[in-house]
């Protein structure tokens, strides 16, 4: 019985990488892959457009078919909501934070003109950049002479109702209300003007016994860029050949 458990053992020596070192050696763990399940992440919208926050989110999804984006309200709070793989997510987190930033403030130059018929005015020379805006509705108005009346500015962030008073040569009044949103990128800095009204206070001309009703004379919206100047519209004025003409300058903000 000896000898037999002597040579077991020698053939168990023998076997090249013997069992008992094979059953003791671990074998090292494969790298873990990176995560490809979904993951569906809400972030809250400071200061951007819905829908510029999700272009901006598309943007970061090479897979479109991998990728779902939605966009809602709650309470007066702006959210987009994504699904999307964890590699996908932190790269929207970092294009958010980068993007949408405190809202912005910007400011508003008002012009309000006196538009005739006849060419030239004896009145403040009408600024190089409303001539430039002017001269490109050549065809459409057909107003030869322009008189700057008033000059107003208007500073604020988006979403909030700003307001002037402007007044004309006869010492009519009018109220400005304008509102605006974002609508592009920080380096874009594109502006939407959701509601712009020009309003004619009641006033009484030099004789005339009736007053003259006030009411809104312009109610619009419009997109413009920073620093860029509008024809925001006209308006006529009571028994005469004569025009209002309003202009915005969208000037730059911080």
Known sequence: MKSIIVRSILLLALLPGSLAAKQAEKQPEPPAAP????????????????HAAEVLAWDQCVQKERCRVAST??????????GAEPAVQEKIARALAREDLQP???????????????PGSGGVEVPANVQKALADLKGFLPYKGYEVLDTAWLSGTQERDMGARLVDHQGAGYQIELRFHDTGSAADRSLFVDAFRLKADPFKLPGVPEMRPGGVLIDTSFGVKEGETIVVGTSKTTGSNEALVVLVTAVGGS
């Open 35 to 50: 995560s490809t399940d979904k993951q569906t992440i809400r972030y809250e919208i400071r200061s951007m457009d819905l």
């Open 104 to 118: 912005r403030t910007h400011g508003f130059q008002i012009l309000l003109l006196a538009a005739s018929l006849k």
């Open 73 to 82: 309200e709650i309470t007066g709070h702006k959210f987009l909501e994504v």
